[in-house]
């Protein structure tokens, strides 16, 4: 067979090379309850309170709250546990892991105009973790209906065969880099599926574009191993006032860095009659890395000695994104009575071009009542629309398509935040709950998010220690793949945190 060696293709537009979907921009839109121990055991509900470093995370306004300059780090161990299903199969999987999740100071600098109603400024400086991508779990079961041979017959059908398929004499190595550097991802991986003996083309010449399986049947016996690791951090850059006796405005500058890993590995196998090909293993891994950029701006205000009221807004992330892949593929074909292996490992990194994320907005609004020097309990709202998430440029035809499902799919989600605080002395108790709503119109494919929290807190003075546990429950599926094979595992997901948190004046 030879390629059609048509050069403008090479210039496609970078969609067609990977090919980003919704769970990419899930997976970057969302945001947790990270930062300090205080803030954590009382669930994020701190928009209307501030005097926390991970309260200026929520509303910058938080920062002036801050009698005097203020720093903090936290320390927790994060405990991931994973129950899943996949057709008759049940498994589960359990990991956990120490992490620096935030540090940070606030700088106060009181005006010394007694006259003037600005009566002081602060500036401030910290680094949260927004998101852990921290997860692994493998999961086994007996496919009655789909095949990994869907995945690559989805990819190849309407593809010309000299658009998918290796030069005489050409290495396979070669090939695979050629046919995704001339025609992109998809013939890349109908590319895989031929040279594998995984389809079989309609007629043997190069202007054929109808292909079938070699996997037939109504039973696959399917292995599916899940690995990711990585985090989306912000470094944000404050300033804040306090106005008069009770009012509080303030700016946060972020910036944003994604570090995102994942390795998947389908092991398949089958005895059915009048399948060519028995065993298939496909193995991906994924890099990726970025940096984007958001503002906040937020207000507090003291409605009485006992009430504050708070209300920010979070802009939208604006990400460049870039990717790196790798892939194995190995298969077990029964030819003439014996067992015949055809391996595919080009030992081949794709780079592929950048592409741009912008993420949803988000408005969060606080109240709050202080019980003097007792304690204080505090809500918070938050409306995000995940519909609004969108890939860039948003003419180019393949990110028009993603958009347009991203729309139809995703929908506006709030949050809920509660977390309440009693002082005995130097002691303090603390608790919280809060309900994340589900992203997906559909929130039985990915259901919302309960948790709850509780810690305690030790004031030394200009040394104060923190210490919470946080837990969260969320039941949601996981396709294996976005197109072809994309039956689910079912996985409910408890994530648990322990926090320590040392801050002190400067």
Not at 39 to 57: E, P
Not at 175 to 186: K, P, V
Not at 385 to 411: E, M, R, W
């Amino acid at each position: 067979m030879k390629k059609l060696n048509l050069l403008f293709i090479a210039v496609l537009s970078m969609s067609s090379i990977m090919a980003q979907d919704i769970s990419d921009a899930v997976r970057y839109s969302h945001d947790e309850v990270q930062g300090t121990a205080r803030f954590r055991s009382m669930s994020g509900a701190f928009g209307a309170l501030g005097g926390d470093m991970s309260a200026v995370s929520i509303n910058p306004a938080g920062s002036s709250v801050f009698t005097t300059s203020h720093a903090s780090i936290s320390i927790s161990n994060l405990g991931t546990k994973n129950e899943l299903n996949y057709f008759n199969g049940a498994s589960s999987s359990s990991d956990s892991k120490f992490d620096l999740n935030q540090t940070g100071a606030v700088f106060v600098f009181n005006n010394t105009n007694s006259n003037s109603p600005w009566k002081k400024f602060s500036l401030g400086v910290a680094y949260d973790k927004i998101s852990n991508f921290e997860n692994s779990w493998n999961v086994r079961g007996i496919n009655p209906t789909n095949s990994i041979g869907e995945y690559f017959l989805s990819y190849a059908q309407g593809v010309r065969l000299d658009q998918m398929s290796a030069l005489d004499n050409e290495s396979l190595s070669t090939a695979y880099s050629e046919i995704n550097r001339l025609y992109g991802f998809a013939n890349q991986q109908a590319f895989l599926g031929y040279e594998s003996y995984i389809l079989e083309p309609g007629m043997d010449a190069d202007d054929n574009t109808t292909y079938t399986s070699n996997i037939v049947g109504n039973s696959f016996d399917q292995g599916y191993v899940y690995a990711a690791s990585g985090y989306n951090g912000k470094f944000s850059f404050n300033a804040s006032t306090q106005y008069g006796e009770n009012f509080y405005i303030g700016l946060n500058l972020n910036s944003h860095f994604i570090n995102y890993d994942k390795f998947t590995d389908l092991h398949e196998t089958n005895n059915n009659s009048g399948s060519f090909v028995r065993d298939v293993r496909f193995q991906n891994a994924l890099s990726t890395i970025g940096n984007g950029f958001s503002f906040q701006v937020g207000a507090i205000a003291k409605i009485n000695e006992e009430f504050r009221a708070g209300l920010s807004y979070n802009s939208p992330t604006w990400y460049t994104i870039s990717e790196e892949t790798t892939q194995y593929l190995g298969t077990i074909r029964n030819e003439g009575g014996s067992n015949i292996s055809q391996i595919i490992d080009p030992y081949v990194v794709n780079v592929y071009p950048d592409y741009k994320l912008q993420t949803p907005g988000k408005v969060t609004g606080s109240l709050a009542y202080i019980f003097g020097d007792q304690g204080l309990i505090s809500f918070d709202y938050s409306l995000k629309n995940y519909a609004n998430t969108k890939f860039k440029p948003t003419s180019d035809p393949y990110f028009s398509v993603q958009n347009g499902i991203i729309n139809n799919t995703l929908k506006n989600a709030s949050t809920y935040r509660i977390g309440g605080e009693y002082r005995i002395k130097q002691v303090s108790l603390r608790g919280g709950y809060r309900l994340e709503e589900s992203p997906y119109e559909n929130n039985s494919f990915y259901g919302d998010l309960n948790g709850y929290s509780v810690g305690l807190g030790f004031n030394f003075g200009n040394v104060k220690l923190d210490l919470a546990y946080d837990h969260a429950q969320r039941d949601y599926n996981q396709q294996l793949y976005a197109v072809g094979l994309t039956d689910a595992a079912h996985i409910n997901s408890k994530n648990s945190n322990f926090t320590l948190t040392l801050g002190f004046s400067l």
